[in-house]
């Protein structure tokens, strides 16, 4: 037993994890086994009546932290609970960062491959008796997204970095003269910037326990003042627990509105919001103070007018992102077609002045 104390939850706390790791895994009692008199003939008794023998039974660690403060101990406990989890986490984030090579690897195949090394290592028991392995790796990985500008972060420490899939194209700027790497280079701050307010769409359902681990303070509260990046996070929530319940409109653009053909993506998800549906409205009153509550109308879902049929200049409208993609769509398609057709007509054209030669 030790005293000791630094008057900083940070600096206590590695030496509480040094400690920690130190601990004995296991159990060690000696136990005394009688030996078995040799009646055989041949005196092979060795003159000893009894063994000692060492058994070893596995045992979780054990730390206990003493203070005469009961308000910073209780601290302490908790502090010490979620830096040790975020570290552990962290380590099989980067242990999994390091196998990928320079292309990198799409986020959601990332997390899956990750799942079985949480059960593999058994991590996850150390804080839940019955985890869930695919929520504990998406959890691991939304920790580093959303602190990615802190220091201490994966990505802060250079260990980790994050990108835009190759199929994803950046086309250039010319009212800016912005050419297109300097385009994928502005999209990625803003896309940091996304990450540092938690505007993450995740495939998965987390309940506050969840949340309060990867963004400290459970589900993000907007300042009042900061309306853009509030109406941005409620309409990507919307999405989300949309998306919760259709897993087969998430993907990409085409799975939600469509290819050459219109999908039920966009009036599913104007039916869904339209419904107001009680999980969403909780969620979303749990975010938000009141005063952007009041602001956006989300006890009424008011807000949902201007994602549809009543666009207001100052927020995003999805309703006219999806005419103008499908307006696009058709007419790529239109051209196609036409160009088809000019391609076969050339052809019976070029056979026709073959067979006149001949």
Same mark, same amino acid.
């Given at each position: 037993m030790r005293s000791f104390f630094a008057g900083q939850e940070a600096s206590t706390s590695v030496v509480g994890t040094a400690l920690f790791q130190e601990l004995p895994s296991s159990e060690i009692k000696t136990v005394t086994l009688p030996v078995e008199k040799d009646d055989s003939g041949f005196d092979f008794d060795d003159g000893f009546e009894s063994?000692?023998?060492?058994?070893?039974?596995?045992?979780?660690?054990?730390?206990i932290a003493?203070?005469?403060? =009961? $308000?910073?101990?209780?601290?302490?406990?908790?502090?010490?609970?979620?830096?040790? $989890?975020?570290?552990?986490?962290? =380590?099989?984030?980067?242990?999994? *960062?390091?196998?990928?090579?320079?292309?990198?690897?799409?986020?959601?195949?990332? *997390?899956?491959?990750?799942?079985?090394?949480?059960?593999?290592? $058994? *991590? &996850?028991?150390?804080?839940?008796?019955?985890?869930?392995?695919?929520?504990?790796?998406?959890?691991?990985?939304?920790?580093?997204?959303?602190?990615?500008? &802190? =220091?201490?972060?994966?990505?802060?420490?250079?260990?980790? %970095?994050?990108?835009?899939?190759?199929? #994803?194209?950046?086309?250039?700027?010319? %009212?800016?003269?912005?050419?297109?790497?300097?385009?994928?280079?502005?999209?990625? #701050?803003? !896309?940091?910037?996304?990450l540092e307010d938690n505007a993450i769409i995740s495939p998965y359902t987390f309940v506050e326990a969840d949340t309060a681990f990867f963004s400290n303070n459970g589900a993000p509260l907007f300042k009042v003042e900061n309306e853009k990046i509030g109406i941005r996070h409620l309409y990507s929530a919307a999405l989300a627990f949309f998306w919760r319940r259709n897993i087969e409109y998430f993907g990409n653009v085409k799975d939600f509105f469509g290819d050459s053909e219109p999908c039920d993506g966009y009036e599913d998800f104007k039916?869904?919001?339209?419904?107001?549906?009680?999980?969403l409205k909780k969620y979303l009153l749990s975010a938000f103070p009141d005063e952007l509550i009041q602001r956006f109308g989300i006890e009424t879902f008011e807000w949902s007018k201007w994602l549809f049929d009543k666009?207001?200049?100052?927020?995003?409208? !999805?309703?006219?992102?999806?005419? $103008?993609?499908?307006?696009? *769509?058709?007419?790529?398609?239109?051209? =196609?077609?036409?160009? #088809?057709?000019? %391609?076969?007509?050339?052809?019976?054209c070029l056979r026709r002045h073959r067979s006149c030669g001949q």
């Open positions: 063994i000692e023998e060492k058994q070893y039974t596995p045992k979780a660690k054990q730390f003493f203070s005469d403060n =009961r $308000q910073a101990a209780a601290f302490f406990a908790t502090y010490f609970h979620e830096t040790y $989890q975020g570290f552990l986490y962290s =380590r099989i984030t980067n242990e999994n *960062v390091i196998k990928l090579d320079e292309t990198g690897k799409p986020l959601v195949n990332f *997390v899956k491959d990750m799942a079985s090394d949480f059960k593999n290592h $058994q *991590v &996850s028991e150390m804080f839940d008796d019955h985890p869930d392995y695919l929520k504990e790796s998406w959890k691991a990985v939304m920790k580093e997204l959303i602190e990615s500008y &802190s =220091r201490n972060s994966l990505i802060g420490l250079g260990l980790m %970095k994050i990108g835009f899939a190759d199929e #994803v194209r950046m086309l250039p700027n010319t %009212k800016y003269n912005l050419s297109s790497s300097e385009v994928g280079d502005m999209c990625l #701050v803003l !896309l940091r910037s996304m039916s869904y919001i339209e419904s107001s549906p009680s999980d666009p207001d200049p100052s927020y995003p409208n !999805l309703k006219s992102v999806y005419e $103008q993609y499908r307006e696009e *769509v058709n007419s790529l398609y239109e051209e =196609r077609e036409t160009a #088809v057709s000019h %391609k076969a007509r050339s052809l019976r």
